[in-house]
């Protein structure tokens, strides 16, 4: 998804959810992995936010974070859950 971050005089419109458009910018650039955000018109990398803890983002781009689930936990800003308990393994697929 991209889109044209100028003022909307200029033709652009409002930079989209999970996604920030620096001042000046013509195409929105994704939150990264581990981010997110909820807002439209986001115009730079600090409002993109770490998940929170007990949730988790694999992908760029996301407007919400991904809650872990059963006997998982993750740290802020996790890309992935950890299962809690000895010989465990977390499969996000599965969740």
């Known amino acids: ?19 920030y458009c620096p001042t000046g910018s013509y195409v929105a650039i994704a939150c990264p992995v581990g981010t997110y ?3 439209k018109a986001n115009g730079g990398l600090n409002l993109c936010l770490p998940c929170p803890a007990n949730s ?3 992908d ?6 991904t809650p872990c689930k059963g006997s998982t936990v993750s740290d802020i800003g ?5 299962c809690v308990g000895l010989n465990r393994r977390y499969l996000t697929a599965i969740g």
């Open 56 to 58: 988790f983002g694999n």
């Open 78 to 82: 996790s890309t992935t859950c950890r």
């Open 60 to 65: 760029v781009g996301l407007t919400q974070c």
């Open 37 to 39: 955000s909820n807002q």
């Open 1 to 19: 998804m991209t889109a044209t971050p100028a003022t909307r005089s200029q033709g652009g419109e409002p930079c989209p959810a999970g996604y």
